[in-house]
């Protein structure tokens, strides 16, 4: 069964950085991307970063040139090194991972993963 586990969130003043971390384990076959979503009260969930596998990156508008997404792909993980951190940054921030496992009928399938989400609180 496949997991991903997150760490590091937590509270920071503004200005301040955090790293978020992200471990996938369980019957990985293959991790085609990796990435981060985040949701602030009442609002939707919004994509932050994500890391297709063979390079290609992509960030949200208002975290670019503050937030970057490196991954290992040897290990299945990804981190978000979160600098200059603004209020509005804060929300529950989850990882997400598309995911080729061996299902139970001895198929590999292609399914998408979620962690448990980790909670990133910016003070004014």
């Known amino acids: 069964q496949v997991q991903l586990v997150e760490s590091g969130g937590g509270l920071v003043q503004a200005g301040g950085s955090l790293r978020l971390s992200c471990a996938a384990s369980?019957?990985?076959?293959?991790?085609?991307?990796m990435g981060w979503y985040r949701q602030a009260p009442g609002k939707q969930r919004e994509l932050v970063a994500t890391?297709?596998?063979?390079?290609?990156?992509a960030y949200a508008d208002s975290v670019k040139g503050r937030f970057t997404i490196s991954r290992d792909n040897a290990k299945n993980t990804v981190a978000l090194q979160m600098n200059s951190l603004k209020p509005e940054d804060t929300a529950v921030y989850y990882c997400?991972?598309?995911?080729?496992?061996?299902?139970?009928?001895?198929?590999?399938?292609?399914?998408?993963?979620w962690g448990q989400g980790t909670q990133v609180t910016v003070s004014s």
């Open positions: 890391s297709h596998s063979g390079g290609p990156t």
């Open positions: 997400n991972a598309d995911v080729q496992s061996l299902g139970g009928g001895g198929d590999l399938t292609w399914d998408d993963y």
């Open positions: 369980g019957g990985i076959f293959s991790i085609r991307s």
